[in-house]
Nanobody
């Protein structure tokens, strides 16, 4: 079973940047695609972006296009999320998740999942606070 650990969260001023990392272990390298999600206080969890670790395909949620960049590090078996031009509305707990199937992960990222499909694994999250 895949285990995921997020890192890189913290406090940043509006307009600033942060880089999150998701380290995966316990699974066959390349067997799991990775997605990033976030949950703001009092709101439902929302998808941000996902990456197919085998061929590099990427999907972004509309809310972060042009500001966030997801990438993979094959050597470190990790996936990063570079977040630029941060806004107070980006505040929340950021989670990475893994799944062995690409299409269901996309559905979760885009908020289209309604079949009850559960992703294979979740990290515990890292707090991001955007405030002056």
């Amino acid at each position: 079973q895949v285990q995921l650990v997020e890192s890189g969260g913290g406090l940043v001023q509006p307009g600033g940047s942060l880089r999150l990392s998701c380290a995966a272990s316990g699974g066959t390298q390349g067997a799991f695609d990775i997605g990033w999600f976030r949950q703001a206080p009092g709101k439902e969890r929302e998808g941000i972006a996902c990456i197919n670790v085998e061929d590099g395909r990427i999907v972004y949620a509309e809310s972060v296009k042009g500001r966030f960049t997801i990438s993979k590090d094959n050597v470190k078996e990790s996936v990063s999320l570079q977040m630029d031009s941060l806004e107070p509305e980006d505040t929340g707990v950021y989670y990475c998740a893994a799944d062995g199937a690409w299409a269901p992960l996309i559905h979760h990222i885009l908020g289209e999942e309604n079949s009850g499909y559960q992703l294979d694994g979740w990290g515990r999250g890292t707090q991001v606070t955007v405030s002056s």
